[in-house]
């Protein structure tokens, strides 16, 4: 039977374009992400009746996360944005595939807009809008390292058991 996709499982990777033989930049905080595929039509009417065929298609990712300093994935984002670049973006699942690697969606885009909200009584939040480039590609992510993995269940609220007089702090 088919297994569900849990949206806290898709996580969100960036790097420059230029970035070679680095890790890609994962996005702390992130409370929201959407890829978005759209696809035109052709609709005209004849004497002989409707012709509809397709048209262009295009795509976008949307990401939404609390700001956070020196985070090297949000910095990527507003560096590609201020200097009018492209970014490289992958959309991944956090839990290994059957072949032990990670599904992914991987592309091309730019920031078409980058909002910014400072609500009175809470955190900073940040909205990106990337429309693809060209179309996206899937693939598998090799392993992500512990690390990674562990930043995104500790940035979730995970506790590990701890026994009595443990050192543990929120």
């Known amino acids: 039977m088919p297994q569900l996709l849990n949206g806290k499982d898709e996580i969100y990777f960036v790097q420059p374009?230029?970035?070679?033989?680095?890790?890609?930049?994962?996005?702390?905080?992130?409370?929201?992400?959407?890829?978005?595929?759209?696809?035109?039509?052709?609709d005209e009417s004849t004497k002989s009746g409707r012709i509809v065929g397709y048209g262009t298609k295009n795509e976008s990712f949307e990401l939404t996360y609390y700001a956070a300093v020196s985070d090297p994935g949000q910095e990527a984002i507003e560096t590609a944005y201020d200097n009018e670049q492209a970014i490289k973006v992958w959309?991944?699942?956090?839990?290994?595939?059957?072949?032990?690697?990670?599904?992914?969606?991987?592309?091309?885009?730019?920031?078409?807009?980058?909002?910014?909200?400072?609500?009175?009584?809470?955190?900073?939040?940040?909205s990106v809008t990337l429309p693809v480039l060209g179309k996206t590609f899937k693939g598998e992510l090799d392993p992500l390292p512990d690390e990674v993995l562990a930043a995104i269940e500790s940035s979730a609220g995970a506790t590990k058991f701890e026994q009595f007089g443990g050192t543990t702090t929120p």
């Open 17 to 42: 374009m230029d970035a070679q033989g680095t890790e890609g930049l994962f996005i702390a905080f992130q409370t929201e992400g959407s890829h978005t595929k759209e696809q035109d039509t052709l």
């Open 91 to 126: 959309k991944a699942n956090k839990n290994k595939n059957a072949n032990g690697k990670h599904n992914a969606v991987y592309g091309h885009a730019i920031i078409e807009s980058l909002e910014v909200s400072q609500p009175q009584d809470g955190f900073v939040e940040t």
